[in-house]
């Protein structure tokens, strides 16, 4: 994608990395971002900043668009590359697959990060501990081009306790 590769260029150089792109109807452009290093999260700062330098960027590189929104990834935060995958391994994740396994296209559970393959390689598989419907640990090994979407599920502490 075209688009995705110029606005991926134009937040680095802002100092952001681009976490996904949506289009949707009216011509609204939805492009969220975090910071490289992950300890500091996105505020309003940084998305008005964002907006700015994209208002400016979009129309010189021919990228259509009627309404720009600049967002943080969020607590339910998608999960998308293969780096993500690793990363986020541990984490409890919802997960559609484009096919269904069985009867069954919809997951929530564990994710454990890269199984076989290297990581930037089409071939990796990662894997996925869910509750089968025996009720026992089950796990489903799956690549990137299977994935329909996932996202991470969000962890809210309202007593303010350290986990």
Do not use: H, W
């Given at each position: 994608m075209k688009d995705q590769k110029i606005i991926a260029a134009e937040l680095e150089n802002l100092g952001y990395t681009l976490v996904d792109i949506e289009r949707e109807a009216g011509g609204l452009?939805?492009?969220?971002?975090?910071?490289?290093?992950?300890?500091?999260?996105?505020?309003?700062?940084?998305?008005?900043?964002v907006s700015h330098q994209l208002s400016y960027a979009l129309p010189v590189e021919n990228i259509p668009y009627e309404r720009l929104e600049i967002s943080s990834p969020g607590l339910d935060r998608p999960v998308k590359?293969?780096?993500?995958?690793?990363?986020?391994?541990?984490?409890?994740?919802?997960?559609?697959?484009?096919?269904?396994?069985?009867?069954?296209?919809?997951?929530r559970g564990v994710l454990q990060g890269l199984l076989s393959g290297e990581l930037d390689s089409p071939d990796a598989k990662f894997g996925l501990v869910?509750?089968?419907?025996?009720?026992?640990?089950?796990?489903?090994?799956?690549?990137?081009?299977?994935?329909?979407?996932?996202?991470?599920?969000?962890?809210?502490?309202?007593?303010?306790r350290k986990s």
């Open positions: 452009l939805r492009v969220t971002i975090e910071n490289p290093d992950y300890e500091r999260l996105i505020n309003v700062l940084d998305c008005e900043k590359t293969a780096v993500d995958f690793e990363r986020f391994a541990g984490m409890e994740v919802d997960l559609k697959l484009r096919v269904a396994v069985g009867s069954r296209k919809n997951f869910f509750e089968g419907a025996d009720g026992q640990p089950s796990q489903l090994e799956f690549s990137l081009a299977e994935v329909d979407k996932t996202r991470l599920v969000p962890v809210i502490d309202f007593k303010g």
